[in-house]
């Protein structure tokens, strides 16, 4: 009777894991698909880039051969100022510029670029209001 009564509840132990052990897989990729299927429902995207551009002109084309304003190239910042990294800095084998040059990591051929180095210099701004 004693080994029956502790057979029945090893056996509602295993059942009571196995239901949350894989229970829950289950849920999680339900979830899953009814995510992506309301995604593609209302064509909303599930995650925002960091790099979308902010004067994007949703519904209008553009005409082959309009001259491109480089409002269409991605941007490494969302803000006002934009900066861009040049295709000759992407290029392979291509050795930056040394971090005590004074020269920017993306100048092109900055061994063999020549004028003086614009070194870098900050402004006031609204914490430090001037006072250094």
């Not at 995207?45 to 949703?58: H, K, R, T, W």
């Not at 553009?62 to 800095?89: N, P, Q």
Request: with cysteine; glycine share 6%.
């Amino acid at each position: 009777m004693a080994s029956s009564s502790l057979l029945s509840k090893l056996l509602l132990l295993l059942f009571i894991s196995y239901i949350v052990l894989w229970g829950s897989k289950v849920d999680a990729q339900v979830e899953e698909t009814s995510l992506k299927l309301m995604r593609d429902a209302l064509e909303w995207p599930l995650s925002v880039s960091l790099y979308s551009d902010l004067n994007d002109n949703e519904g209008e084309e553009e005409v082959d051969g309009e001259e491109e304003t480089g409002h269409s190239r991605r941007s490494l910042f969302w803000t006002r100022m934009r900066y861009y990294i040049s295709y000759s800095a992407l290029s392979a084998n291509r050795i930056p510029c040394p971090p005590r040059s004074g020269r920017s990591y993306y100048t092109n051929n900055c061994f063999k670029a020549h004028g003086s180095v614009h070194p870098y210099s900050r402004g006031c701004s609204r914490i430090t209001r001037c006072r250094r």
